[in-house]
């Protein structure tokens, strides 16, 4: 019930992190370079649970990188950005956004920069956040094969306004609008290559 375009910024704030929590396409360019990865992932904890001690933070940090799956989190929580993979990073993202167990996660291109396998096991790892932790996540991409593989609704877009509406399978073997049947001709298709 509040529009957050006009809020109040301090209000505003207050929703950033802890009810809403957003993974941004390029974690590189997400994740601050000089500070390590616990410190960011804690950020929202100091900002939102400040009572919260130093010890509690890290033991939550700790818990939200082994629930993204990071191998040896706590050599991850000790590393900077760089020390890291690009899977890894997301994962580090994700995990900042979700140690506040936001009611929404905002998923903007999560999985652009990553190769196929990686976006696979990113889709998979924001499956189960959404199944065991409730949380309600907006996943929005270009990449009709991951939205397939991730939406129960789906909204397509052109030029910033809704074009079409409803549920995955409806969108994917009924579309009504020429602009969502021209987006899902063009997915790619496997096809049997041509004998030569």
């Known amino acids: 019930g509040t ?3 006009t809020c109040p910024r301090n209000q505003l704030r207050g929703y950033q992190g802890d ?16 500070y390590r990865i616990g410190w960011q992932v804690e950020e929202s904890l100091r900002i939102h649970r400040p009572s919260m001690s130093r010890e509690d933070r890290k033991g939550k940090a700790m818990e939200m990188l082994r629930a993204v799956e990071l191998p040896d989190p706590e050599r991850i929580y000790h590393s900077y950005p760089h020390e890291i993979s690009g899977g890894q990073r997301q994962r580090v993202m994700i995990a900042a956004a979700m140690i ?8 903007d291109e999560p999985t652009t920069a990553l190769d196929v396998t990686v976006q696979l096991a990113i889709v998979k790892l924001l ?11 907006l996943f929005i991409s270009h990449d009709l094969s991951l939205v397939k ?10 030029d910033g306004r809704i074009v079409e509406e409803g549920a995955c399978d409806q969108i994917f073997d ?19 290559p041509a004998e030569v």
Do not use: H, W
């Open 19 to 34: 009810d809403i929590g957003i993974v941004f396409q390029e974690p590189m360019t997400s994740l601050n370079p000089v």
């Open 100 to 107: 506040c167990d936001p009611a929404l996660l905002i998923a």
């Open 149 to 158: 593989r991730l939406c129960e609704r789906i909204v397509v877009m052109k």
């Open 3 to 5: 529009d957050i375009l």
């Open 174 to 192: 009924a579309p009504k609008k020429s602009y969502t049947q021209n987006l899902i001709a063009a997915i790619p298709r496997c096809e049997k």
């Open 127 to 137: 499956k189960k956040l959404n199944r065991e932790k409730k949380t309600g996540i």
